[in-house]
């Protein structure tokens, strides 16, 4: 079975510092990543994932996630954030055999301040 | 417009009535999924279907049931709703089971 873990439930931060959500997954079989973002009172939209290839995913408004398999490890980085990027982070992690199963993490409410 | 709806938007019920969220999608999608989202618990899966008359269940499917009688609809059916299934409801559906598009939620409250 799959699980992911988000290791901090909030992480606050000031504007245009660099910021790190981490995540932590287990599956005995590869994985597929996902990032997702949710804004208050809206759905969740896709910020970036990894399927195979290169371990540094770029995704968009300025975010990227590292892939790293030795570490089972997912983790979200931005050099700068902005107060919009003010929202909860969800990580998620579907299995090769079963795409259609998503696990996500408990999210991580990222709050910017000026 | 690319995108999945759900109806209602906000609904509020009292316990043991059926009830029935519609989900439809409009871009010819083979999977179609069924979150919850709950303060502090992130969204779990409740059923997912891979297409026509194709469903399984996700990590929390007690008390709910699914249909997939056509590839764009997928209801999520409760026959008895209690209290405990307060909660944020998303539908999502994705070509491939992978980086589903997510609806705009249904708030399912059940007094």
């Known amino acids: 079975a799959q699980s992911v873990t988000q290791l901090d439930s909030q992480v606050p931060v000031f504007e245009e510092a660099p910021v790190e959500l981490r995540c932590n997954y287990s599956s005995s079989v590869s994985v597929y990543l996902f990032w997702y973002v949710q804004y208050p009172n809206q759905g969740l939209q896709l910020l970036l994932k990894?399927?195979?290839?290169?371990?540094l995913v770029k995704g968009i408004n300025g975010f990227e996630a590292e892939f790293n398999k030795s570490q089972t490890s997912f983790h979200l980085r931005k050099p700068s954030v902005h107060i919009s990027d003010t929202a909860e982070y969800f990580c998620?992690?579907?299995?090769?055999?079963?795409?259609?199963?998503?696990?996500f993490g408990d999210g991580t409410t990222l709050t910017v301040k000026p | 417009e690319a995108q999945v709806t759900q109806n209602p938007r906000y609904l509020i019920t009292v316990t043991g009535k059926k009830l029935t969220v519609t989900c439809s999608q409009n871009m010819n999608h083979e999977y179609m999924s069924w979150y919850r989202q709950d303060p502090g618990l992130g969204l779990r899966q409740i059923y997912y279907s891979m297409n026509v008359e194709v469903t399984d269940k996700g990590d929390v499917p007690e008390g709910y049931k699914v249909s997939r009688k056509e590839k764009r609809n997928f209801p999520l059916i409760l026959e008895s709703p209690s209290p405990n299934q307060t909660s944020l409801y998303f539908c999502?559906?994705?070509?491939?089971?992978?980086?589903?598009?997510f609806g705009p939620g249904t708030r399912l409250t059940v007094t």
């Open positions: 990894y399927l195979s290839g290169s371990t």
């Open positions: 999502a559906s994705s070509p491939t089971g992978l980086s589903p598009s």
């Open positions: 998620a992690v579907s299995v090769g055999t079963n795409a259609g199963k998503s696990t």
